[in-house]
C-alpha cells in the first residue's frame, strides 16, 4: 500500500456507511469501516425494500426530496439492475375528492390547519394531481404513467364495496438491500486495489476514542486489535447515532428520533392470487400508508410506524403490530381471509430520523442531513435520516464535505458507475433466463443453482461459480455449497446468522431445514471461521434466534 493520509473511519456498516465507503475510495480516500454487529444488519435489513420517490413526500411540501429521490430512483434501475426493478402499485380509493382541503394545509405546513378526520382517505382528484406531478418530476421514458380506472377493470382483486376506482403508477423495488450493501464493499475493495488505498472492514467490532488515537475493539472485550489516528471520522450509524457519539466522547443535541417500522412476510396463495404479480400502496384505518408487495417467494406486508426509545437493536414486531398488518390487509383483500398462521416470519426495524417534534411519526422528515461536530481532534460528521433510495447521493455529497475539510477533491463520483453485478444486464425477465440457462450450460450445474446465485449476484454469477470448485448443493436448496465458501471467503461472513439472513438470504425461502443450517455450520467450520466444537451451538443459537426475532421456524 502506498504511505499517505491517514484513512478515514466509518461507523455504521449500513447501507449508506457502505455506499459513503465505497464513495470515499472512488474519491481517492483510504478507509477503514466498523460496526458493532453485521454488514446491513440494521434498518437496511429491516426496511420495505423500496426505491422509492416518496409519493406522499409531496403533501408535506418536500419536492426537493422527491426530485432527489425521482432522480436516484432512475439511477438505481440503471446502476443495478440486478437489484433494483420497477415494480407497479395499485392505489385503491373510496372517493372523489377526500382529503383536498388536508392536502393543502400539509403542503404549506400551516399547523392550525383541521387535521383529516380518521377513515378519511384521499379522494382520486387528489391522487390523480399527485401521480401527475410525480411523473412530471420523474421524467423517467422507461416507467410507464399513471392510469386511474374503475375497480371493476383493473388486473387485482380489491374489496369493490369499498373501493371504486383504483390508480396505479410505477416506482420499484430493491429485493434484497443486504447484497446491495455487499456489492457495494465489493466495489470499494476493488477500487482501494487499483488504487492502492487501505481498506479495511470490521464487523462486530466498536471504536472507541483516546484523544486523537481511535481503538477498535472485538465486540465484548476490552484490548484493542488495531488502532489507527484517522484522518476524519463520519459516523453513519443510524438509529445509534446519539450512542455513538457518546461512546467517543463528544458532546452533541439530541440527533436522532428513530421510530419502529414492523414488517410481515406471507407466503399464502389467496393474497398472491388477488396480488397478480403487483403492489397496493394504500391507507390503513388510521391514516398510515400500507404496501402489500411480492418480494422475491414471498409477500411483503408493511409497515407500522410508532415512536421507538429503546436500543435500536432490540427492536421487535409485536403481536398487535402484526393484528394491525393483518387488518389492513383483509380490508382491502377481504377474499385473502388472512390469519395469524399465515404469517411466515416478520422483523422490526428503527428507522434513522431525525429528532424532531412532530405530530406525527409519518410527518417526520426523510431527508438526509449532515451534522459537524467539534471537539473530536479530526474532522467529525453524522449522518442523521437519509433512505435506502438517496443512498448513493447521501454518499456523494458526505465524500464530498468529508475530502473539502481535509483539502482535497474527489477524484470521481458514482454517477455512472455500475454496482459489481449489473454490467451487461440482461434487457428483460425473459433475456434473463436465457442467460441463466446458457451459463448453466457452460458450467454444468443446474440451471435452478445458477438462478439461485443470480439473484444474489446478478452478471457476476458465472465468474464466481467457475472459479469454485465441486458439485454439492447445500441442504434442502438449490445454492451449491462452493458459492457458500466463496461468500464465506469474501464477503465478511462471521457468523451462522450472517450467511442464513444476510448473504443466502434463505430467510426469505418457505422452507429452511435444520440440515441445512448444519451443512452452513460445517462449511464455517472447514473455513476455520468457527470451530468444529462450537457447530452445534451455532445451529441452536440461530434457530433460536429465527424463532424470537423473526417467528421463523425452522423445519
Not at 117 to 127: A, D, Q, T
Not at 330 to 350: E, M, S, T
Not at 524 to 548: K, M, N, Y
Request: aromatic share 8%.
Amino acid at each position: 500500500m502506498k504511505s499517505g493520509p491517514a484513512p478515514v473511519l466509518i461507523l455504521g456498516a449500513g447501507i449508506n456507511g457502505c455506499a459513503i465507503a465505497r464513495e470515499l475510495l472512488l474519491g481517492g480516500a483510504a478507509v477503514w469501516l466498523v460496526d458493532t454487529a453485521d454488514i446491513a444488519s440494521g434498518a437496511t435489513s429491516g426496511s420495505s425494500r423500496l426505491i422509492h420517490g416518496g409519493l406522499r413526500y409531496l403533501e408535506f411540501g418536500e419536492l426537493d426530496l422527491v426530485k432527489e429521490s425521482l432522480s436516484e430512483r432512475t439511477r438505481l434501475l440503471r446502476l443495478a439492475p440486478q437489484f433494483v426493478h420497477p415494480l407497479r402499485l395499485w392505489i385503491p380509493v373510496s372517493s372523489r375528492f377526500g382529503g383536498l382541503i388536508g392536502a393543502v394545509g400539509r403542503f404549506f405546513g400551516w399547523r392550525w390547519w383541521p387535521a383529516p378526520l380518521p377513515g378519511r382517505g384521499r379522494g382520486v382528484s387528489l391522487i390523480r394531481s399527485g401521480l401527475a406531478l410525480y411523473d412530471a418530476y420523474a421524467r423517467d421514458p422507461l416507467l410507464p404513467k399513471y392510469q386511474v380506472m374503475k375497480t371493476r377493470a383493473a388486473p387485482i382483486s380489491v374489496d369493490r364495496q369499498r373501493y371504486h376506482w383504483l390508480c396505479s403508477y410505477y416506482d420499484a423495488q430493491v429485493t434484497f438491500p443486504e447484497r446491495l450493501a455487499l456489492a457495494l464493499l465489493e466495489d470499494a475493495r476493488g477500487l482501494a486495489a487499483e488504487q492502492e488505498l487501505e481498506f479495511r472492514v470490521f464487523t462486530y467490532h466498536e471504536a472507541t476514542r483516546s484523544g486523537d488515537t481511535v481503538e477498535i475493539h472485538p465486540l465484548g472485550q476490552d484490548r484493542p486489535c488495531e488502532s489507527l489516528r484517522p484522518s476524519a471520522i463520519v459516523n453513519a450509524t443510524g438509529a445509534w447515532v446519539d450512542r455513538a457519539l457518546k461512546r467517543l466522547h463528544v458532546p452533541s443535541r439530541r440527533l436522532m428520533g428513530p421510530t419502529k417500522g414492523s414488517h410481515a412476510f406471507t407466503f399464502s396463495d389467496r393474497l398472491r392470487d388477488a396480488l397478480s404479480g403487483q403492489g397496493i400502496y394504500a391507507e390503513a384505518r388510521d391514516g398510515r400508508p400500507i404496501f402489500i408487495t411480492p418480494l422475491a417467494n414471498t409477500i411483503l406486508i408493511g409497515t407500522t410506524d410508532e415512536p421507538f426509545e429503546g436500543p435500536p437493536e432490540d427492536a421487535l414486531a409485536t403481536e398487535r403490530e402484526l393484528d394491525y398488518l393483518l387488518e389492513s390487509v383483509n380490508a382491502i383483500f377481504p377474499a385473502a381471509k388472512l390469519q395469524r398462521a399465515d404469517i411466515d416470519f416478520h422483523y422490526g426495524a428503527v428507522r434513522p430520523l431525525p429528532y424532531a417534534d412532530a405530530t406525527t411519526p409519518a410527518a417526520i422528515t426523510r431527508r438526509h442531513a449532515l451534522i459537524q461536530h467539534d471537539g473530536a481532534g479530526v474532522p467529525l460528521v453524522s449522518v442523521v435520516g437519509g433512505k435506502l433510495t438517496t443512498m448513493r447521493s447521501l454518499a456523494e455529497l458526505t465524500a464530498q464535505s468529508v475530502l473539502g475539510q481535509l483539502g482535497r477533491r474527489p477524484r470521481a463520483n458514482s454517477r455512472d458507475r455500475i454496482i459489481p453485478g449489473g454490467e451487461d444486464y440482461p434487457a428483460d425477465s425473459h433475456a434473463v433466463e436465457e442467460a441463466v440457462e446458457q451459463v448453466a450450460g457452460r458450467l454444468g450445474l443446474p440451471s435452478s443453482s445458477v438462478a439461485a446465485v443470480w439473484k444474489l449476484c446478478g452478471t457476476r454469477s458465472e465468474s464466481i461459480l467457475a472459479s469454485s470448485d465441486g458439485r454439492e448443493l447445500l441442504s434442502d436448496t438449490p445454492l451449491p455449497c462452493s458459492f457458500v465458501r466463496w461468500s464465506i471467503r469474501h464477503e465478511w461472513a462471521r457468523t451462522l446468522a450472517d450467511l442464513v439472513e444476510r448473504r443466502l438470504m434463505l430467510l426469505y425461502e418457505e422452507r429452511l431445514t435444520k440440515a441445512c443450517l448444519v451443512r452452513l455450520a460445517e462449511l464455517l467450520a472447514e473455513e476455520g471461521i468457527i470451530s468444529t466444537a462450537e457447530i452445534d451451538a451455532q445451529v441452536a443459537e440461530e434457530v433460536a434466534r429465527l424463532a424470537a426475532r423473526f417467528g421463523k421456524h425452522v423445519a
